[in-house]
């Protein structure tokens, strides 16, 4: 069965850490990329993080450096470990694997199967 399953949502405040995980059952060795998308409220979804199948990762400009994706095969979890939360960070937060030809992997057009998403948000 594949799905893809987000956890580790909340609310924190500005200058906190939290780590979004998501199972991704089935998915490790048949994806060409998976990544971490937002969409806060009023906003159009946008990609935060992407990491393809050699594990080259893509990061929107507002998270770098604050932000890490990464990937564990034998697992099957996605991460984003986020750090130095801005308010400006809430959003409900989507993991998305693509499963066709590869590409750039960076709009969300590019994927095939999403998660239901995990709510994070920062508090000032």
């Known amino acids: 069965q594949v799905q893809l399953v987000e956890s580790g949502g909340g609310s924190v405040q500005a200058g906190g850490s939290l780590r979004l995980s998501c199972a991704a059952s089935?998915?490790?060795?048949?994806?060409?990329?998976m990544g971490w998308f937002r969409q806060g409220s009023g906003k159009e979804r946008e990609m935060v993080a992407r990491i393809d199948s050699v594990g080259k990762t893509i990061y929107a400009d507002s998270v770098k450096g604050r932000f890490t994706i990464t990937k564990d095969n034998a697992k099957e979890i996605l991460y984003l470990q986020m750090n130095s939360l801005r308010p400006e960070d809430t959003a409900m937060y989507y993991c998305?694997?693509?499963?066709?030809?590869?590409?750039?992997?960076?709009?969300?057009?590019?994927?095939?199967?999403w998660g239901q998403g995990t709510q994070v948000t920062v508090s000032s």
């Open positions: 089935g998915y490790m060795y048949r994806s060409t990329c």
């Open positions: 998305a694997a693509r499963t066709v030809y590869p590409n750039t992997c960076t709009l969300p057009t590019d994927y095939n199967d």
